[in-house]
């Protein structure tokens, strides 16, 4: 009877291993899935986003192409010939010599130098640097006084 049992143990060893190794197998493949279809909804969500901005950017050239051709245009209504007749269309006209008043105006010197006039707009627009006239134990000084006031506010 011990040679029977042990038998049997000896088969049912055998079951439990094989059990075990198909189980084994099962859930690799099951956790083989699991991650292939993560995968793959990864892949098909980057192709989703990857055609969205493909489609924008194609939005993008096309908005650009407008705004270069409504560029065109608006250049081509301004056009001396054109701002022309439309000013004539107003009523406008080209105006002569009697239709221009002189004023004078005493005092006024129109053949003045253009180097004074130029060296006072030179001089106008040239940025004024800041004076720098700090030192580095100054400003050190300057940061110990702050963090000693602060220092002195937590108090109150």
């Not at 793959?40 to 986003?49: G, N, R």
């Not at 560029?71 to 209504?77: K, L, N, R, T, V």
């Not at 009523?91 to 180097?115: C, M, V, W």
Request: glycine residues 6%; aromatic residues 8%.
């Amino acid at each position: 009877m011990s040679q029977a049992s042990s038998q049997h143990t000896h088969r049912r060893g055998r079951l439990q291993t094989r059990n075990q190794a198909t189980a084994l197998a099962v859930l690799g493949v099951a956790v083989l899935l699991i991650l292939g279809s993560l995968y793959l909804s990864q892949v098909a969500s980057f192709a989703i986003t990857n055609r969205a901005i493909e489609d924008l950017i194609s939005r993008r050239d096309q908005i650009k192409r407008q705004n270069e051709q409504i560029i065109g245009e608006i250049a081509s209504y301004r056009t001396v010939p054109r701002l022309y007749a439309r000013a004539v269309a107003l009523g406008f006209s080209p105006a002569t010599n009697a239709d221009i008043d002189y004023l004078y105006i005493p005092g006024y010197q129109p053949q003045r130098e253009a180097k004074a006039l130029a060296a006072a707009d030179a001089k106008a627009a040239a940025p004024v640097a800041p004076a720098y006239d700090q030192t580095f134990s100054g400003w050190l000084e300057q940061q110990f006084a702050l963090l000693r006031a602060q220092f002195e506010s937590f108090g109150e």
